[in-house]
Nanobody, 124 residues
């Protein structure tokens, strides 16, 4: 049974930073591409970032480029999202997602497993 458990969300002031973590179990983590998505109230789920199985390649959504960094530690079966220069519009539930394959994509339908999400709230 695959489980993805996010942590690290919370309330932060604009301009601040947070680091999200996603601990994975039940899948061959080192062979899986991983991604982060977010969903704000009343909006569709939005791609944030993704990373290949070895971490050699990453991609980011336009709204977070230059501010967010995705990374992974295959020894710990964990993927991270370092968020800096946070803005109120970054407020959303952030979801971790995993693919069964190593290549990255940025569409929700191409990810096979999802976590429950962690709330990030950025105050102005």
């Amino acid at each position: 049974q695959v489980q993805l458990v996010e942590s690290g969300g919370g309330l932060v002031q604009a301009g601040g930073s947070l680091r999200l973590s996603c601990a994975a179990s039940g899948l061959t983590f080192s062979s899986s591409a991983m991604g982060w998505f977010r969903q704000a109230p009343g909006k569709e789920r939005e791609f944030v970032a993704a990373i290949t199985w070895r971490g050699y390649s990453t991609t980011y959504g336009d709204s977070v480029k230059g501010r967010f960094t995705i990374s992974r530690d295959n020894a710990k079966n964990t993927v991270y999202l370092q968020m800096s220069s946070l803005k109120p519009e970054d407020t959303a539930v952030y979801y971790c997602a995993a693919r069964k394959v190593a290549s990255i994509t940025f569409t929700t339908r191409t990810y096979d497993y999802w976590g429950q999400g962690t709330q990030v709230t950025v105050s102005s």
